[in-house]
């Protein structure tokens, strides 16, 4: 993909043309030009669907509530973890957020531990909760881990994953990222490279690492509605004292999908990590170990 309307597609301006076109100018009509594996340009134009919702929520409305519940319920079935183990003795896991119960993560190790080896799979992970990223990043050692520093206005704290009770993994470790890897996730796969633990595989990481204090609040009597507010509040910087902040974390093996791949469903990222661990499949086969749980 090279424009979507007026607009060049770049890496480092991605996000920001997510933001413009799906929150703050959608739409109508979107023209594109890409260039196809023969090198020719094709270009096309295509409506999006679009879904017009009230400026003003009622929640006496029976309908918004409705579909609110419908939002929740969908927003949770996307961030389902996964997990998949094979006869090799190696668990996989796709891990959509770090925006889960503590129980979650000492499940998932507890399993990793009857395994021989771990492929993490943090791609898209947007990151989430700090209290879980550190717990994931202890019990993936059995000793204590300097992670890196907080700056705040307040001062500077340290980030230490001390190994849990319960027993860590300590078996061969690979973790799977790319450029929707952000915050938690990037702080994990940095930590295992400057920690000398496993193998990270994939496409250079977000660099959108700054971690932000939520704010609840609820509308409604009686029955009422969550909602938050997210404000950016401090920076991490890691134990070797550098930022990932617009940066990102370059993989040890940078394996990228071609256009044909990406037309063809073919994952090769997942077939080098099942590679390393000992499991020769094709990229095909890999796109689907997901889908065989």
């Not at 096309?44 to 029976?62: C, M």
């Not at 209290?131 to 705040?152: C, K, P, Q, W």
């Not at 300590?170 to 938690?184: D, F, P, T, W, Y």
């Not at 590679?275 to 889908?291: H, R």
Request: aromatic fraction near 6%; avoid cysteine; glycine fraction near 8%.
């Amino acid at each position: 993909m090279l424009t979507i309307g007026p607009y060049k597609v770049e890496r480092q301006t991605f996000s920001t043309l997510r933001y413009i076109l799906y929150v703050l100018n959608p739409q109508r009509e979107i023209s594109l030009v890409a260039r196809q594996p023969n090198g020719e340009l094709y270009r096309f134009r295509f409506e999006p669907k679009i879904t017009e919702l009230p400026y003003n929520i009622d929640l006496r409305d029976a309908d918004i509530i409705r579909r609110l519940e419908e939002y929740e319920r969908k927003v949770m079935e996307e961030e389902v973890h996964i997990y998949v183990e094979t006869p090799d003795s190696v668990l996989l896991w796709k891990m959509p957020s770090f925006d889960v119960r503590r129980g979650l993560v000492d499940d998932m190790i507890k399993r990793a531990r009857k395994n021989r080896a771990l492929i993490l799979d943090l791609r898209d992970n947007p990151g989430g909760s700090v209290e879980m990223n550190l717990r994931l990043i202890a019990s993936l050692f059995d000793h204590e881990v300097l992670v890196g520093r907080v700056g705040t206005r307040e001062g500077i704290e340290e980030l230490v994953a001390e190994p849990p009770r319960g027993g860590s993994f300590l078996g061969q470790l690979v973790v799977l990222v790319n450029s929707g890897s952000a915050s938690a996730s990037e702080i994990v796969a940095r930590t295992m490279q400057l920690q000398g633990r496993g193998t990270v595989i994939g496409d250079q990481t977000a660099g959108a690492v700054m971690a932000s204090r939520i704010k609840v609040h609820k509308v409604g009597f009686g029955r009422h509605w969550k909602y938050a507010t997210s404000v950016s509040v401090s920076d991490v910087i890691m134990s070797d004292g550098q930022r990932l902040e617009n940066r990102g974390v370059m993989p040890d093996e940078v394996v990228l999908p071609s256009a044909d791949d990406l037309r063809n469903g073919r994952d090769p990222a997942m077939a080098r990590a099942l590679q390393l661990v000992g499991i020769s499949v094709d990229p095909a086969t890999a796109a689907a170990v997901f889908e065989r749980r």
